[in-house]
């Protein structure tokens, strides 16, 4: 079975830092792009981070400078380190693949089904 689960979140104070982690199962994990995701009360879902089998990254730029994004292929896990946070980080925050994965059988053209996510408060 494909999912995705989030951990790590929680409530900090501007200027903090938290840890996300996002354990994959079901997919060849270490041939996917995978990115973490985020999505404010009235906004729409949007990507904060990404990176590739291979490891290279990219990021939004409201992110850029504050969070890492790296992963564990060994472990099949994702991690986000956000520092420097601020209020408007605030949102739930979800892992998932680049719009495509590949589950060891078929290369899949969709999303993951997206998990619960993990909330980060980020208090001012």
């Known amino acids: 079975q494909v999912q995705l689960v989030e951990s790590g979140g929680g409530l900090v104070q501007a200027g903090g830092s938290l840890r996300l982690s996002c354990a994959a199962s079901?997919?060849?994990?270490?041939?996917?792009?995978m990115g973490w995701y985020r999505q404010a009360p009235g906004k729409q879902r949007e990507l904060v981070a990404g990176?590739?089998?291979?490891?290279?990254?990219n990021y939004a730029d409201s992110v850029k400078g504050r969070f890492t994004i790296s992963r564990d292929n060994a472990k099949n896990t994702v991690y986000l380190q956000m520092s420097s946070l601020k209020p408007e980080d605030t949102a739930v925050y979800y892992c998932n693949t680049d719009g495509t994965y590949n589950d060891g059988v078929y290369l899949r053209r969709n999303f993951v089904s997206w998990g619960q996510g993990t909330q980060v408060t980020v208090s001012s």
């Open positions: 079901g997919i060849i994990f270490r041939v996917n792009t």
């Open positions: 990176i590739t089998g291979g490891g290279a990254t």
